[in-house]
């Protein structure tokens, strides 16, 4: 079946494949940062054990919130700063990120599905046999 990783190394995987996207592409999350992030989510998704499948294919808006939060904290070099400053920065990236999270979410569930799908017809053709 290939190599499959725990579930928190898959969430990890997607971390960087994001990190990565945001380091490319700056505080404007476009096309470069979508590429990454859907990326990150298809590799966690073939590659997580179908255990965590449930757990990895919907995570990428969690993965996003933390690395949004960081990069945030990291920019401003005050972590008890305004919350109003906080706020200001962080919502471009919530408005910018979001369509982006949206198919990253949509390649995790579909690639979740079709595992499932060929779990399914490699039971039903050893059933048959």
Known sequence: ??????????????????QVGIWVDGDNLGWPFGVWLVAGAIFAATTVRRIGLWVV????????????????????????????????????????????LAAAVGAGVLVAVMRGLRQLGEKRSADLR
């Open 1 to 18: 079946m290939g190599v499959q990783i725990p579930s928190l190394a898959a969430l990890a995987v997607m971390a960087v494949f994001a």
């Open 57 to 100: 294919a919907p995570a990428p808006p969690v993965v996003f919130v933390v690395l949004m939060a960081a990069n945030t904290v990291w920019r401003q070099q005050d972590l008890w700063g305004s919350r109003r400053q906080f706020a200001g920065n962080t919502v471009p990236w919530l408005v910018h990120g979001f369509p982006w």
